[in-house]
Every structure is written in structure tokens, then in C-alpha cells.
């Protein structure tokens, strides 16, 4: 064989492991071809040099469908949100069947109107929208008008609609809850004494399921371990820090710690100021770098990751096709991200 021999579409045809007609009808656009398909032209004719290739490219970029999305996330725990939207914005990259453009924005101020300012905002440039809120009845009324003028919108980690009759992507929040409550059950240092939680806010429905799952659980099957009011630190890193000082100094039985939302830095900022450490299970949400730090030095026992890589594909997926199934099906526009958790021995630096 002559080595030096320009590809033909023959060449890229046998490289991509389908026929010379597939690759000609890609090439000259001479009849429909599915863009998986188109795809995985484009990727043959590019490894074998095909003089084409660029054209390729440039004309099923041109048959694809092109949406902006637009993703509302909170503008606390900067890490991990900061994670969500990179793997967001290399899901969308990835994305083979459309052009995505993603616009990302971060709620500062809490206030329902100004929470409503920015989706309504988003709302007007944007195809469709994933958004971090909190349940309220004028957010809840806007998203409904927005839905209702043909813009999809998805419940980002929390649901937003306390029927949950809405799309939705994230962890079950339930589920996330009933787990603390399994590892607090196990790992604490004894079965009696009391368990702090950390909670962003009361109105986020998915903090409280969070909350009632661990609650449940413990009454269920550690009924000696008592939970204590909890705390809303607003997923404030400083606010974390300052009460989880204040629960450690307050509490002498204190066998747990539980961050059911945002700002577990804090806590781990607050025990590496101790000068002895607490036997504590101390549980936090969210892989972040910090956090995995903390994990191999012992400052925090265990955390419940929500795999952002997983999520941002999950989110893109469920945006496109929104776009053309917009009508609510619990069994397809519902998607749960299996949790993770991870310990000293499995948490990658």
C-alpha cells in the first residue's frame, strides 16, 4: 500500500467503518444523515487527513440546530459552583447533535425580585434555563410564565415547585438526607448525643428534604442521637465558620456535624483553628478542592459529592430536548444524579 496516496472518501469511508454512499450524501449534503453519523465522518476524515475535512465540519455545523442556554447558579460557594459551570460549559462543547452557546449568571442578592430580575433577564436572550432558587410564590409565578411563553426552565439541585412537578436535575435530595443520617448512625463516635446541621435555607425545598431525610432516619434507627435546631448559614463560608465555633462551644455532646447545603468551607476553616481536634463525624456536601484536602488530613470524616461532570451532561441533554418535548413528563424530564461519597481513601487530590 502507498502510504504517501491521498485519502479519498473511500479511505474515509473504511476508516469510520461505514459506506462510501453515507460519506458522499455528509459530504455533498444529498440527503438527510443523522448527526451521530455526520459526526462520525467528520472524525474519520479528520484522522486520516482528508483534504475535505474542514468542509465537513463547517456544513454539519451548519445543518445543526443552535440554542443559547442560559444557567442561573448561586454566587456563594464559589468552588463548587464553579465546577458546575465548567462542566456545564464542556457538556455543551461535547454536544455533537447542536450549536450551544451557555450564558451563565449568579445570584448576589436573595431577594425574590431580584432573583425574578435576573431569570426574566436570562429568559429574554436565552433558549432555555436552568436555575438555583429557592421556592416562593412570585418566583414560582414568573417561571410559570415563563414556561408558558415557551422557554423550558429546569429546577437546578433543588426543586423550585414543592409539588416537583417541574424538570428537575440534581441529586434526590431525600435520598442525600437518609444517607447523612446512615454515615452519622455509623460512623459517630457514640449512639447518644447530639447532631448539628448546617442548612442554606429553610425555603429551599432541597435543603429540607435533606433535612427530613436525616431527621428520619435517625428517629428510625439512632433515636440516641438528637438533632439539633438547625442553623441557616445562608452557604456563607464566614457565617459556617462562626457557627460551627458556636456549636462546638455549646454543645459538649456534639458527636456530628452535617452541612446540608453550601459553605462547608467554613466548617473546615473553623476546625483547623482548634488546637485539639473533636472526635466528630463531620459530613460536608460538594467535591471541592478544600474538601478533599480536609479529607487526607482528617479535619472532616466524609463527602457527598454530586458529580458535576455528570450533572452538566445531564443538564445540556435535558435543555435540547426541551426544546422539542416541552410538555412536562415526570418519567423523562426528572433526571437524579447517583450521589458519591468519598472518604480519605478514595477522594482523588
Sequence with gaps: MNNNKR????????????????VDRVLNARAPVNPETAEQVFQAAEAVGYFAARLIGQRIRERRPSYRFGILLLGTAQAFYGNVATAITEAAQRESGANLSVQFDYVLDRSPTAIIAQIEQLAVQCDGLAVVSFAHPLIN????????????????LSDIDEAAQEPYVGQDNHEVGRTMGWLVAHTASARKG???VLLGGHRFLGHQARLEGLRGYLEEHAPGLRLLEAVINLDN???????????????????????VGGGGDGVISALSQLPKR?????????????????????????????QPRLLGTAIVDLLIELQSSPDFDPARHRHYIPLQILTSENARP
Design 141 to 156: 409565578a414568573a417561571i410559570a410564565q415563563i414556561r408558558h411563553a415557551g422557554v423550558p426552565v429546569i429546577a437546578l
Design 7 to 22: 485519502p479519498t472518501i473511500a479511505t474515509v469511508a473504511a476508516h469510520a467503518g461505514l459506506s462510501v454512499a453515507t
Design 194 to 196: 447530639s447532631i448539628g
Design 237 to 259: 463560608c464566614d457565617i459556617t465558620e462562626e457557627a460551627t465555633l458556636e456549636l462546638l462551644a455549646r454543645h459538649e455532646d456534639l458527636r456530628a456535624l452535617c452541612v
Design 278 to 306: 473533636p472526635s466528630l463525624c463531620c459530613i460536608l456536601q460538594e467535591s471541592t478542592e478544600l474538601s478533599r484536602k480536609a479529607l487526607a488530613e482528617g479535619l472532616v470524616s466524609l463527602v457527598i459529592d454530586s
